[in-house]
Nanobody, 123 residues
Framework: VQLQASGGGLVQAGGSLKLSCAASGHPFNSVGMGWFREVPGEEREFVARISWRNGIIFYADFVKGRFAISKDTAKNTVSLQMSDLKPEDTAVYYC?????????????????WGQGTQVTVSS
């Protein structure tokens, strides 16, 4: 099973992008899918997570009201709609699959990672 993230690009501040994460098959009975982001020299940080079974969603405080995570269980895809983007949202965004319903904001709870997609927001 592999995760393929796509949809990144260059956008002006205030603009929008939609990231998608496609899994080649249902990720080994994963419980949920998350998005993280990483800036060079900094720690990878949690962005959002959605549960496959019941659709429960968590967001990092800094994206609430601006980003929306969604899933298509039939297609094994998870999307991240990003709006009102800011220069500080510039990062490589990673999708990941987790077998755990706990510690959903920690990298260590995720077992399978996609390759990352670059998002650049210009001021």
């Amino acid at each position: 099973v592999q995760l393929q993230a796509s949809g990144g690009g260059l956008v002006q501040a205030g603009g929008s992008l939609k990231l998608s994460c496609a899994a080649s098959g249902h990720p080994f009975n994963s419980v949920g899918m998350g998005w993280f982001r990483e800036v060079p020299g900094e720690e990878r940080e949690f962005v959002a997570r959605i549960s496959w079974r019941n659709g429960i969603i968590f967001y990092a405080d800094f994206v609430k009201g601006r980003f929306a995570i969604s899933k298509d269980t039939a297609k094994n895809t998870v999307s991240l709609q990003m709006s009102d983007l800011k220069p500080e949202d510039t990062a490589v965004y990673y999708c990941a699959a987790s077998k755990s319903s706990l510690n959903w904001d920690l990298q260590g709870s995720y077992d399978l990672w996609g390759q990352g997609t670059q998002v650049t927001v210009s001021s």
